[in-house]
């Protein structure tokens, strides 16, 4: 054993604990109007389950059309290819 170099296995570590966590969580242009849409609907006092979905909903619209547009959204829609519970 040589105190003076650490195991290879011990420097791969390291370099794992140095790189930045990813949350998944793409940052959008309408994250501030998203996060205020679902302030709004906490202080409603409407279920918890209900802001997640709409959290998720959001999110995955956001990733897929420009929010401002109600077109745009409505077009996306109108031709996403889902089951009936989405």
């Keep these: 054993m040589n105190p003076r170099s650490p195991a290879p296995q011990a420097s791969v570590l390291i370099q794992t604990r140095l790189r930045a966590h990813t949350t998944g969580f793409c940052v959008s242009p309408y994250v501030g109007k998203i996060v205020s849409t679902?302030?709004?609907?906490?202080?409603?006092?409407?279920?918890?389950?209900?802001l997640r979905d709409v959290s998720f909903q959001l999110k995955h619209l956001a990733q897929?059309?420009?929010l401002e547009n109600p077109e745009e959204v409505k077009e996306f829609i109108a031709k996403k290819n889902c089951e009936n519970n989405y």
């Excluded at 679902?38 to 209900?50: A, E, F, H, M, P």
């Design 38 to 50: 679902l302030i709004k609907i906490k202080n409603s006092c409407l279920d918890d389950g209900t």
């Design 64 to 66: 897929h059309v420009n």
